[in-house]
């Protein structure tokens, strides 16, 4: 079992701690706060052991799991790395596109792993439809939220929308040729709802909403490819597969045939895909320690978690040439 370790006792670092604490691929040796009093209370109501130091705790574990605050992912990624430990960091990776660069780097130099946390790649309801998504040529994603302070210290893209923006890029075999985007700020001093349009080279389109400041939660995304259309709820755990395949001659009574301007049929059909139900924060983890054990790339990895990150700073700084 590989020594863990969690960098960040909030409402986030909480969860990991517990289901790492119960998973048979980790042992939990400890956590750290820079809150030495929030450390303390964590401590005493979970049993969990409080390091008082940093560097203590890293030099303790294999794995270092980091779910403290954005600005500090690449510092504490790099102290981690430096001495040879795995990181497991919270989306998104870092703060700047640079010191993602340097952490893949320091991945190298180091020999060591490292895994984002872009949960929705674990949802069951994406898994369970994500080898039916074959060269989409036209994506639409709603990820809308109630108003929640926590999370309001960055723009709403990454927030929420880097989740699709992750999914997207892990379905979209195509560089991004051009990204137009619009966000407000309405509550917040960043952005709380945002729209961006992101091309691919390959002429693919995806049009991506977030909102943080919504009446209902929503976590929808729909894939449209060429004879499928697939749906995918994030929030609710169910997916809707559409296809269409050349009718038959002599169609039954209650099959659906549609026939285009060019007098071609195609027949309707429904597929229902299972979804197998599972804690994707704790599927993320012992992935990872798969990945570790056997020396795999892990189903997230820097790589991909830098390149989420990239084309989510790209729709920000559109946002700003839009204002401007």
């Given at each position: 079992m590989l020594k863990a370790g969690v960098l960040g006792a909030g409402h986030l670092g909480k969860i990991h701690l517990r289901l790492l604490n119960e998973s048979k691929k980790y042992t939990l040796v400890g956590f750290y706060d820079p809150d030495a009093i929030n450390g303390k209370k964590v401590a005493d109501e979970f049993g969990y052991r409080y390091f008082d130091n940093i560097n203590t705790l890293i030099d303790a574990v294999d794995v270092v799991d980091i779910v403290t605050p954005t600005l500090s992912h690449f510092d504490c990624a790099r102290k981690a790395m430096e001495k040879g430990k795995h990181v497991f960091i919270e989306k998104p990776v870092t703060n700047t596109i640079e010191e993602a660069e340097t952490l893949l780097k320091?991945?190298?130099?180091?020999?060591?792993?490292?895994?984002?946390?872009?949960?929705?790649?674990?949802?069951?309801?994406?898994?369970?439809?994500?080898?039916?998504?074959?060269?989409?040529?036209?994506?639409?994603?709603?990820?809308?939220?109630?108003?929640?302070?926590?999370?309001?210290?960055?723009?709403?893209?990454?927030?929420?929308?880097?989740?699709?923006?992750?999914?997207?890029?892990?379905?979209?075999?195509s560089e991004v040729k051009q990204i137009n985007a619009s966000g407000v700020s309405v509550i917040s001093k960043s952005p709380d709802i945002a729209n961006a349009r992101i091309e691919f080279e390959n002429g693919c389109v995806a049009n991506l909403t977030a909102s943080r400041i919504s009446l209902k939660n929503m976590r929808k995304s729909r894939f449209f490819q060429r004879d499928a259309y697939i749906s995918v709820d994030f929030?609710?755990?169910?997916?809707?597969?559409?296809?269409?395949?050349?009718?038959?001659?002599?169609?039954?009574?209650?099959?659906?045939?549609?026939?285009?301007?060019?007098?071609?049929?195609?027949?309707?059909?429904?597929?229902?895909?299972?979804?197998?139900?599972?804690?994707?924060?704790?599927?993320?983890?012992?992935?990872?320690?798969?990945?570790?054990?056997?020396?795999?790339?892990?189903?997230?990895?820097?790589?991909?978690?830098?390149?989420?990150?990239?084309?989510?700073?790209?729709?920000?700084?559109?946002?700003?040439?839009?204002?401007?």
């Amino acid at each position: 079992m590989l020594k863990a370790g969690v960098l960040g006792a909030g409402h986030l670092g909480k969860i990991h701690l517990r289901l790492l604490n119960e998973s048979k691929k980790y042992t939990l040796v400890g956590f750290y706060d820079p809150d030495a009093i929030n450390g303390k209370k964590v401590a005493d109501e979970f049993g969990y052991r409080y390091f008082d130091n940093i560097n203590t705790l890293i030099d303790a574990v294999d794995v270092v799991d980091i779910v403290t605050p954005t600005l500090s992912h690449f510092d504490c990624a790099r102290k981690a790395m430096e001495k040879g430990k795995h990181v497991f960091i919270e989306k998104p990776v870092t703060n700047t596109i640079e010191e993602a660069e340097t952490l893949l780097k320091l991945e190298k130099e180091y020999r060591v792993k490292g895994q984002v946390g872009h949960v929705e790649r674990f949802n069951p309801s994406f898994t369970a439809v994500k080898e039916k998504i074959q060269e989409p040529m036209f994506i639409e994603t709603h990820r809308l939220a109630e108003f929640n302070p926590r999370g309001t210290d960055v723009p709403v893209v990454l927030d929420l929308m880097i989740h699709d923006i992750d999914a997207i890029l892990s379905v979209v075999n195509s560089e991004v040729k051009q990204i137009n985007a619009s966000g407000v700020s309405v509550i917040s001093k960043s952005p709380d709802i945002a729209n961006a349009r992101i091309e691919f080279e390959n002429g693919c389109v995806a049009n991506l909403t977030a909102s943080r400041i919504s009446l209902k939660n929503m976590r929808k995304s729909r894939f449209f490819q060429r004879d499928a259309y697939i749906s995918v709820d994030f929030l609710e755990k169910k997916v809707e597969v559409v296809k269409m395949k050349d009718a038959p001659e002599n169609p039954g009574d209650f099959d659906m045939i549609l026939q285009n301007a060019e007098g071609e049929k195609k027949q309707i059909y429904f597929e229902n895909p299972a979804i197998k139900t599972n804690n994707a924060i704790l599927d993320e983890l012992e992935t990872f320690a798969d990945a570790i054990q056997n020396n795999t790339v892990p189903v997230v990895s820097l790589e991909q978690g830098a390149k989420a990150l990239k084309v989510a700073l790209q729709i920000i700084e559109s946002f700003k040439k839009n204002q401007e």
